[in-house]
């Protein structure tokens, strides 16, 4: 099953779809076929203007239908509880306040419907070095209504960001060398412009494993700060994994302690199988990290 057939596995094509933020790469686009409306940062003239010298088909850009500018997606769109499903790709790292999303988002869905993420894997992109995200930080950013990423999110954000084998995101087993990007001037002169800046200045503000988001999911319902519920997902592959949320999942069956344990098993660095085959002496993770 490829990344498009997970991302669409619970999804009913004959619904009627939002997809949030699907830029130059829409996962179920007009062209194809589906009844969808787009959720997006700027028209489709100012996409292509923007993109246009990136190395991507920006014939494959389509018409938006709704610009964002920092509303609720049921102040935007003005149709709440309309939607089947909504599809968001690498979009939900970026948010100021991740639990305001989620509500914006089940807000606009019917009863039965559906929310489909694919989100990166910290593990296998440039947030390798960043802690997993905890629900305290979740919590307060939703509490304190927060619209913009902090000074100290810039900061962590550029400070950590890094590469393996000169590229920024690699697939499970790579054995590569890393480095990082900003030394820690450019990483303060990076959070000074962002927060002398009237416009919004884009980051990764939460980081995940795959473990680490049904754990905040899971704790979240409990808690009572979202009604949506796993309602199936896809361990990693590649540099993601996949999760599909609703008000009528069954959640993931396991156990806090469960869950705990699963994060602990993925924060163990893994080698390449080649490395695990040979019959030497294996080095610390972190000698192979800065060899």
């Not at 920006?58 to 939607?83: C, F, M, Q, R």
């Not at 590469?163 to 087993?173: A, F, L, Q, T």
Request: charged share 30%; with cysteine.
């Amino acid at each position: 099953m490829d990344r498009i057939e997970k991302i669409l596995y619970k999804i009913n094509k004959q619904g009627r779809g939002l997809e949030i933020g699907p830029s130059h790469s829409p996962i179920a686009s007009k062209a194809d076929g589906f009844d969808v409306e787009i959720i997006d940062c700027m028209d489709k003239e100012s996409l292509i203007e923007h993109f246009k010298n990136d190395p991507v088909d920006i014939t494959k850009i389509e018409e938006v239908d709704h610009v964002w500018n920092g509303e609720s997606y049921s102040a935007l769109t003005k149709k709440p509880n309309y939607y089947d499903w909504i599809l968001s790709s690498h979009s939900i790292e970026h948010t100021t306040d991740l639990i305001g999303f989620l509500n914006d988002c089940d807000e606009v869905l019917k009863d039965d419907g559906v929310i489909s993420l694919a989100i990166p894997d910290k593990r296998y992109c440039f947030d390798y070095f960043r802690p997993a995200s905890g629900i305290g930080k979740i919590i307060d950013y939703h509490r304190n209504k927060n619209v913009r990423h902090s000074y100290g999110t810039h900061i962590e954000f550029s400070l950590n960001f890094c590469e393996r084998d000169s590229v920024s995101s690699w697939p499970e087993g790579s054995d590569g060398i890393f480095s990082l990007n900003y030394d820690a001037s450019t990483a303060l002169t990076i959070a000074e412009n962002a927060e002398a800046s009237s416009e919004y200045t884009d980051a990764h503000e939460w980081c995940f494993t795959y473990s680490s988001f049904r754990l905040i999911i899971q704790d979240l319902y409990e808690l009572g700060f979202i009604k949506l519920r796993e309602v199936h997902s896809f361990s990693s592959t590649g540099n993601e994994f996949h999760i599909t949320l609703g008000r009528h999942g069954a959640g993931t069956n396991k156990s806090r302690l469960d869950l705990l344990a699963d994060i602990d098993s993925e924060n163990i660095r893994s080698v390449s199988k080649e490395k695990i085959e040979k019959p030497k002496v294996e080095k610390k993770w972190w000698q192979r990290l800065f060899k």
